[in-house]
T-cell receptor
Framework: ETGVTQTPRHLVMGMTNKKSLKCEQH?????MYWYKQSAKKPLELMFV???????ENNSVPSRFSPECPNSSHLFLHLHTLQPEDSALYLC??????????????FGPGTRLTVT | AQKITQTQPGMFVQEKEAVTLDCTYD???????LFWYKQPSSGEMIFLIY??????QNATEGRYSLNFQKARKSANLVISASQLGDSAMYFC?????????????????FGQGTILTVHP
C-alpha cells in the first residue's frame, strides 16, 4: 500500500460503544496528525505526534484518546461519544525536523456517525 | 493568532476556462508556508501546491499556479483549463513552525473552503 490509509472508512457507533480508528502511513514521515471535519466548519486539528511523542492536544475531550505506537501508525480510541462527535476524521502525516515544507498527506478519512 | 480567510463559499466555471480561488491570511511570523488542498466528494484531502514566504517566484504545478502577493497577504489559487474532475472543495492552509523537543513539525490552519463546480 502507498500513501496514508485509514480504517474503517465508515463507522456507526452508539454512545456507549468503544471503537478505534486506525491510520497507517507508508511515506517515511515521522509526524502524524488527527483532524476532525464537521459539516460547514474548517478542519479542526485534534492531536499531533512528532517522533512518536504527542506534541499537541487542542483541548480535545477525553473521550478521544490517541495512540502512536510507532512513526507509521496512529490510532484514535473512542468511548462514550456524543452525537455532535459525528464527523469525518482525517489522519495526515508529514516530515518533521528543520528544512522541510511540512506539507501533510492525508488519508481518505473515517466517516463516523454516533447514534 | 493566524487566520485564513476564503471569502468565496462557491464558485462556478465553464470547462476549459481558468478560475481563481481567493485566499487571504494573517500572520506576524516572517517565515510561513501556504498550501492548497483539494477535497473531492470522496473526502480525501489532496495536496496541490505550496508557496513559501521567502520564495521569490510564484509556485506552479501543472495547471495549478499560486498568485502570491505578500504585501497584500493573499495567496490565490489559479486553475487553468478547468476540467470536470476539478469540481471539489478547495482549502487554503497556512503552516506555522513549532518546536517540541528540538524538532519542528507543520501545524496547518485551514480556511473554510470554496466549493468549485465546473460546468460542461
Amino acid at each position: 500500500e502507498t500513501g496514508v490509509t485509514q480504517t474503517p472508512r465508515h463507522l456507526v457507533m452508539g454512545m456507549t460503544n468503544k471503537k478505534s480508528l486506525k491510520c497507517e502511513q507508508h511515506l517515511g514521515h515521522n509526524a502524524m496528525y488527527w483532524y476532525k471535519q464537521s459539516a460547514k466548519k474548517p478542519l479542526e486539528l485534534m492531536f499531533v505526534y512528532s517522533l512518536e511523542e504527542r506534541v499537541e492536544n487542542n483541548s480535545v475531550p477525553s473521550r478521544f484518546s490517541p495512540e502512536c505506537p510507532n512513526s507509521s501508525h496512529l490510532f484514535l480510541h473512542l468511548h462514550t461519544l456524543q452525537p455532535e462527535d459525528s464527523a469525518l476524521y482525517l489522519c495526515a502525516s508529514s516530515h518533521s525536523g528543520t528544512g522541510h515544507r511540512y506539507e501533510q498527506y492525508f488519508g481518505p478519512g473515517t466517516r463516523l456517525t454516533v447514534t | 493568532a493566524q487566520k485564513i480567510t476564503q471569502t468565496q463559499p462557491g464558485m462556478f466555471v465553464q470547462e476549459k476556462e481558468a478560475v481563481t480561488l481567493d485566499c487571504t491570511y494573517d500572520t506576524s511570523d516572517p517565515s510561513y508556508g501556504l498550501f492548497w488542498y483539494k477535497q473531492p466528494s470522496s473526502g480525501e484531502m489532496i495536496f496541490l501546491i505550496y508557496q513559501g514566504s521567502y520564495d521569490q517566484q510564484n509556485a506552479t504545478e501543472g495547471r495549478y499556479s499560486l498568485n502570491f502577493q505578500k504585501a497584500r497577504k493573499s495567496a490565490n489559487l489559479v486553475i487553468s483549463a478547468s476540467q470536470l474532475g476539478d469540481s471539489a472543495m478547495y482549502f487554503c492552509a497556512m503552516r506555522e513552525g513549532n518546536n517540541a523537543g528540538g524538532t519542528s513539525y507543520g501545524k496547518l490552519t485551514f480556511g473554510q473552503g470554496t466549493i468549485l463546480t465546473v460546468h460542461p
